[in-house]
């Protein structure tokens, strides 16, 4: 369990961190060339881990009409509405409205695939929403006072997130990790590449030489599409999709201390107070059924920044 709790906290600070990144890189790449950077420097990340794993075990057929559907809607389309986000809210909101991940996941599956949600695990989702409320001083109206692009793009992605978790751990649970890692990087860089050759390319090819734009390149393509993806698979198989799923609690504080080291934003008590009723959530929502009769229990997700 240390493993597991140790990759959970290094998960929420690369996917933390990765709001920041998105916000410098939007505006000189423009939104499909951020979503092109982070997949794209990803996979070169994974690619090498991919051929060796492939060596090591031999090749196999590969589901690939299933990889294409996780591809879009777990990279492709999300990142895109993600970036899109980031032109008209901050990158704060942004962390905070990602964690209604697990809401959407649990409607989503309900909806679609005959999921249950257990009385605990309605609790801590319960739980750590407030514990979001905290982190937000309770100012709930300021998330909707903006058009559908910002708020109601962020919501979308994480609806996409929700049905892309449910739909591998349906169709895709036997996959490898590195598999399912690496195709959903290189099926986001194929999408993302034909929308920025469509769109006449970045906004700004000078600006695209900024040390932000590098460390940006650096965390949020080679970390947060490349080893994080490692990381929550690894929470997914290792431990639960319910564990998995508690990280997107967490990021919206990790967004905060970073915001605090980077961009010298205050650290407020509802920061303390907040990640204290979040990590209670954590707890409870990653409590299984202790039996499962007929329909399968939550398969929560995480809103990957």
């Known amino acids: 369990m240390v493993r597991l709790y140790s990759a959970l906290v290094g998960l929420s600070l690369i996917w933390g961190m990765s709001f920041v990144f998105i916000k410098w890189l939007v505006e000189p790449a423009g939104i499909w060339g951020t ?25 196999t057929k590969l589901p690939l009409k299933k990889l294409l559907v996780v591809g879009i809607g777990n990279a492709a389309l999300p990142w895109t509405l993600i970036a899109l986000s980031e032109t008209q809210i ?8 990602n964690a ?71 169709y895709l649970g036997g996959t490898s990790v590195v598999v399912i890692s690496t195709f959903q990087l290189l099926i986001g860089s194929v999408f993302s ?25 650096i965390g949020l393509g080679c970390l947060g599409s490349g080893i994080a993806a490692l990381l929550f698979f690894y929470i997914v198989t290792k431990g639960s999709p319910e564990l998995a799923s508690t990280v997107t609690y967490l990021i919206p504080a990790s967004a905060m201390v970073w915001g605090f080291v980077l961009l010298q934003e205050e650290i407020t008590p509802n920061l303390i107070i907040g990640l204290l009723i979040i990590f209670t959530g954590v707890y409870l929502s990653s409590r299984k059924k202790r039996t499962v009769k007929v329909k399968q229990t939550f398969d929560g997700t995480v809103g990957r920044p």
């Open 35 to 59: 979503v092109f950077i982070r997949c794209f420097a990803g996979a070169l990340i994974l690619l090498p881990i991919y051929f060796m794993h492939r060596k090591k075990s031999g090749k």
């Open 90 to 97: 901050n990158s704060n909101t942004a962390s905070i409205l």
């Open 100 to 170: 209604t991940t697990p809401i959407w996941t649990g409607v989503i599956g309900f909806l679609l695939f005959s999921v249950i949600l257990t009385g605990s695990q309605w609790l801590g989702i319960a739980i750590g929403f407030f514990g979001i409320l905290v982190l937000m001083d309770f100012q709930i109206t300021g998330l909707f006072s903006s058009d559908f692009v910002g708020v109601g793009t962020m919501l979308a992605a994480t609806m996409c997130y929700a049905f892309s978790s449910h739909f591998t751990k349906k």
């Open 193 to 217: 590449f034909i929308g920025l050759a469509a769109t006449g390319g970045p906004n700004s090819y000078e600006g695209l030489l900024s040390l932000e734009v590098l460390a940006g390149v």
